[in-house]
Every structure is written in structure tokens, then in C-alpha cells.
T-cell receptor, first 116, second 109 residues
Framework: GAVVSQHPSWVICKSGTSVKIECRSL??????MFWYRQFPKQSLMLMATSNEGSKATYEQGVEKDKFLINHASLTLSTLTVTSAHPEDSSFYIC????????????FGEGSWLTVV | DAKTTQPPSMDCAEGRAANLPCNHSTISGNEYVYWYRQIHSQGPQYIIH???NNETNEMASLIITEDRKSSTLILPHATLRDTAVYYCIVRVGGDKLIFGTGTRLQVFP
């Protein structure tokens, strides 16, 4: 079964609104989680590193004020897409691990966001 | 940037072994090689990972060259359900995985 779970699996929102996506680690604690975005027929692009109890670290070119990340507990990270626009429509995926080099890194099932 | 290069696509007959190559010539001594696959509209699925020894599990085998500059993922008996994009990734410190473009494997009857 899944060890990293995302919710919702898909969401449709109106342009200008905000939408939150949750990423949960099941049965293990993850001090660090990662958020990726994937456009159709492209590879996964790392957006940011979510750190429990501290600010997220964003990759170059990713707007931190637009993609708000909160990692309030060791099993939950949330990504909020603020003031969403149609170009934000994408597949958003998170990952988590037990954090030691050599450990397996697990990915969530992904969340489809469509902004209309 | 991804530290790996893979062929963009490969075909394999059902029931035959699928051998997917990956080059990672700049890999450092303590960096692991991970393989994932992604079936359309799903999150990446973990397959296998290794450091320098060959590894085998119920899904696949991973062969890493002695100089660690390349590796091969082997699916011993490919099925139609193995059709997916396969990503070879070098884990560069911590848990951050940088994806390359992967290999699109098409298994045909």
C-alpha cells in the first residue's frame, strides 16, 4: 500500500482562487518532504523542499509567495497554490523518506490541478 | 541538473528481458543510483536502488559497473504492464531527487 498519500487526487478551481494540496507520510515520520510539478509529456520538476518546523527552500524560478508550503508536523506537508491561473494547471507530486542516504524515497500518487 | 542520461525510448517484446541503460559519469563515491518508473497519470513508483554492488528484488535487477559511471536496470520478463517511463536518478545528498527525461519503455505483445 501507499506510504505517502496525497489529497485531493484531482481538483478544479476557478482562476484567482487558492487551492491546498496535502501530502502525508503514512507510518513514518518525515522531517523533509519534496514537492514536484509535472506538465504533460514532461519530466518531474522539483519545486521546493519542505522542512518540518522551518521555512521551505525553493528551487530557482519557483515563486515562494505563489506556492506556499507548510510542514507543520512530521507527517504532513501542504502546498497551497495562491491566486491560481490556468498556467498553474499541472500534476503536483510530493515525496518523503526516512531521510538517510540509502533509504527508499516514496512518492505520493499525485494531485491533478485544473484551473479554469 | 540531472546527473544521468538515458535513451529516450526503447521497445521490448512481452516475456523478454528489458535492459534499460543509464549513464552517470559524474557520480560521486557516496551517491546512490535510484530507479523509478511512472505510469501515465500516477506518481513515480520505486523500483530499486544501489551504491556499488548489484542489487535484485522482486521487481528488477540493478547492475552497476565497477567504475560506477553507468548502470543497467533489468526487468527479467517484461509484461505489458511494465510499459512506463523509467527514470534513473543519482541521489545527490539528502533526499532531493532531480529527474532527467527518462526512458519510455514500450512493451509489445
Amino acid at each position: 500500500g501507499a506510504v505517502v498519500s496525497q489529497h485531493p487526487s484531482w481538483v478544479i478551481c476557478k482562476s484567482g482562487t487558492s487551492v491546498k494540496i496535502e501530502c502525508r507520510s503514512l507510518d513514518f515520520q518525515a522531517t523533509t518532504m519534496f514537492w514536484y510539478r509535472q506538465f504533460p509529456k514532461q519530466s518531474l520538476m522539483l519545486m521546493a523542499t519542505s522542512n518540518e518546523g522551518s521555512k521551505a527552500t525553493y528551487e530557482q524560478g519557483v515563486e515562494k509567495d505563489k506556492f506556499l508550503i507548510n510542514h507543520a508536523s512530521l507527517t504532513l506537508s501542504t502546498l497551497t497554490v495562491t491566486s491560481a491561473h490556468p498556467e498553474d494547471s499541472s500534476f503536483y507530486i510530493c515525496s518523503a523518506s526516512l531521510s538517510a542516504q540509502g533509504d527508499t524515497i516514496y512518492f505520493g500518487e499525485g494531485s491533478w490541478l485544473t484551473v479554469v | 541538473d540531472a546527473k544521468t542520461t538515458q535513451p529516450p525510448s526503447m521497445d521490448c517484446a512481452e516475456g523478454r528481458a528489458a535492459n534499460l541503460p543509464c549513464n552517470h559519469s559524474t557520480i560521486s563515491g557516496n551517491e546512490y543510483v535510484y530507479w523509478y518508473r511512472q505510469i501515465h497519470s500516477q506518481g513515480p513508483q520505486y523500483i530499486i536502488h544501489g551504491l556499488k554492488n548489484n542489487e535484485t528484488n522482486e521487481m528488477a535487477s540493478l547492475i552497476i559497473t565497477e567504475d560506477r559511471k553507468s548502470s543497467t536496470l533489468i526487468l527479467p520478463h517484461a509484461t505489458l504492464r511494465d510499459t512506463a517511463v523509467y527514470y534513473c536518478i543519482v541521489r545527490v545528498g539528502g533526499d532531493k531527487l532531480i529527474f532527467g527525461t527518462g526512458t519510455r519503455l514500450q512493451v509489445f505483445p
